[in-house]
């Protein structure tokens, strides 16, 4: 069963996470070369695969005694809050146009894109502590897929204007507070047992 809580607060963090993230600036600019459907097709087909592979992988984790995967969520977390926190602005992805502009060249470019840039990437990561921290695969998996496809549809359609009203240094201070908080959460869980 589904938990819209679980999913709901793995929704926001990854969300908040993903926004400043190099990806969303790269579904920015292919949609503002291509057609946004063929776009958001690659892209998503793409975080899907990422979400699956990292839920995978956090599920393994509950494997573990429940102080150990704590302890581990709770530093991986301080690790991403510090690597938000340290991130410098000037991050951009560098996108080829393909020779077409046909369905599967477009998207098979969003495709490759995504799946390459995000492979290990710091949302990818943080889903896998997740699933390992909530021990509900479906609905980690759903709240952060979702979160994904809705920074790629943002960045896509609506990232200039989302960028000019919501300053980016903002959002992502906001996701390293979020990530810091439940970094120091499951630490004291650990700790106290």
């Known amino acids: 069963m589904i938990s819209l ?3 709901a607060l793995v929704f926001g963090v990854v969300f908040l996470a993903e926004l400043p993230d190099k990806t969303a600036l790269a579904g920015l600019v292919l949609g503002t070369r291509y057609r946004a ?5 690659g892209v998503a087909a793409a975080f ?3 979400v699956v592979l990292a839920v995978a992988a956090g599920s393994v984790l509950t494997l573990l005694p429940q102080q150990i995967v704590q302890a ?3 530093v991986l977390f301080l690790g991403g809050a510090a690597v938000l926190l340290l991130k410098k602005d000037d991050d951009e992805e560098e996108v080829r146009k393909p020779a077409d502009q046909s369905f ?12 390459v840039a995000e492979f ?3 949302t990818q990561i943080m889903t896998a502590n997740l699933a390992a921290r909530y021990d509900d695969p479906l609905s980690v998996g759903l709240g952060a897929v979702l979160a994904l496809w ?30 810091l908080g439940l970094g ?4 004291g869980e650990a700790i106290v047992g």
Not at 105 to 114: H, N, P, Q, Y
Not at 184 to 187: E, M
Request: without cysteine; proline residues 2%; positive net charge.
């Open 150 to 179: 809705a920074v790629a549809g943002l960045g896509i359609v609506g990232g200039k204007a989302l960028m000019k009203r919501v300053p980016l240094r903002l959002i992502t201070k906001i996701a390293a507070l979020l990530m």
């Open 104 to 115: 599967w060249k477009v998207s098979g470019a969003g495709f490759m894109l995504i799946l």
């Open 184 to 187: 120091v959460w499951s630490l």
């Open 72 to 74: 581990v969520t709770g």
């Open 37 to 41: 459907s063929y776009v958001f097709a």
């Open 5 to 7: 809580t679980v999913t």
């Open 120 to 122: 290990g990437d710091l």
């Open 48 to 50: 899907l695969l990422h």
